[in-house]
């Protein structure tokens, strides 16, 4: 490799680890944003899986078909294999045999990238453009309206939850149909509360939860994105550091030789 080629890379290499870094700060703002928003969130979503756990005492999932299931991922890549994780998890449920004929609303892009090669005719429909910022209500409320949600009886949303700073895995939480929840004996039982308020809540409860899970998994690519970022930082500057090196070598080999010829040269001038 020539001086001028290596001379190139280091600076490739430098202009990289910019955009690296910028990437990387502008990750860790967005995480603190979301953070924040979390913060706000998370009882909406605790607060409707205690509800479920105390009134319903149901787990249905083995015992209906066809579930619709939520693939919460994102437009973006350059997050580590966060968005991979969840289509995996979505796979396996499709690979059911009692879930042939499932639907799958893929949230990003790229769970309808990874989705298309074998489970395309699954995909109900794909959102993307959305939570640019960070998810909002009124987003996940049209998301809902446009899945003919009530048509399902049981739904899976799987989305990636914060473990510790820094790590996430794959979560899912089931939720039901209203009318079917209606049926259910320990919420049947509530007779303090009307039907139509009972009603209320579950649609409102249901949609928090979807709202609950696009935020978390939001902020987990947030923290994968930016130690994604840090990781190329880092290596890139390695690289750079080699080639440095690298390019000293040759460069102080390359005047060695010129000094070695001019010497051999003037000897052979005074010599004469």
Known sequence: MSLRTIQKSIQSFGNIKKITSSMKLVS??????????LKDVRPFGHGTLSF????????MLDHIENHLIFAITSDRGLCGGIHTAVVNKVKQELNRPDQKF????????KSEELLT?????????????????NPTFLEVSKIFNECNYSEFIACQIFYNRVVTKGT??????????????????????????????MRSYIEFSTVSLLFFAMV?????????????????????????????LEYN??????ITSD??????GSQVITGK
């Open 216 to 244: 978390e998994n939001t902020l987990c690519e947030h923290s994968a994105r930016m130690i994604a970022m840090d990781s190329a930082s880092k290596n890139v500057k390695s690289l750079n550091e080699k080639l440095s």
């Open 168 to 197: 996430s895995q794959v979560d899912w939480i089931s939720i039901y149909n209203t009318d079917f929840l209606l049926t259910v004996a320990h919420i049947a039982s509530l007779d303090e509360i009307d039907e139509e308020s």
């Open 52 to 59: 479920y756990k105390q009134y319903t005492h149901i787990n």
């Open 259 to 264: 000094l070695i010829d001019i010497v051999s």
């Open 249 to 254: 070598r040759k460069r102080q080999f390359k």
């Open 102 to 109: 499932a639907k799958v609303v893929c949230i990003g892009q």
């Open 117 to 133: 090669k074998s489970h395309k005719s699954n995909i109900l429909f794909t959102v993307s453009k959305i939570g640019k910022d």
């Open 28 to 37: 860790a703002a967005k995480l603190a944003k979301t953070e924040r928003l």
